[in-house]
């Protein structure tokens, strides 16, 4: 179980690593045309974010290979969640207010339910 919780922390950092390179190569960018769409899809910084994206998938492949799918993709999930909202808040300055405190705590809540439920069934 601890080598499915660490693919899945590993999943999660590459994907969101990935996505986070591609948003902040999007500040100022509308991408109206196929033209812009090229370029942009050609710029290597890109191409690496979707690298890491592409590694992401294999690596959520051998955490699926290694436990219950029913613990993997919750808790591969809510690393992700986790993640996306710290990169969102002090890379790119996203807001959090009180409001979005409590539906970030009711989510993880539900995704750790999840996960030790299927860890009681797997046994």
């Excluded at 690593?17 to 033209?35: P, T």
């Amino acid at each position: 179980m601890t080598k499915a919780v660490a693919y899945c922390l590993l999943y999660a950092i590459l994907n969101v690593s990935g996505a986070a390179m591609i948003k902040w190569k999007l500040k100022g960018k509308s991408l109206n045309d196929f033209s812009q769409w090229f370029n942009f899809l050609l710029d290597i910084q890109v191409i690496g974010a979707f690298a890491l994206i592409f590694v992401s998938a294999l690596v959520i492949f051998k955490a699926l290979s290694s436990a219950n799918f029913t613990f993997v993709i919750p808790v591969s999930a809510g690393i992700n969640f986790v993640l996306t909202v710290i990169a969102g808040y002090y890379i790119f300055k996203d807001k959090v207010n009180f409001v979005s405190f409590i539906g970030f705590a009711l989510i993880l809540s539900g995704i750790l339910l999840l996960s030790l439920n299927s860890t009681q069934h797997a046994q």
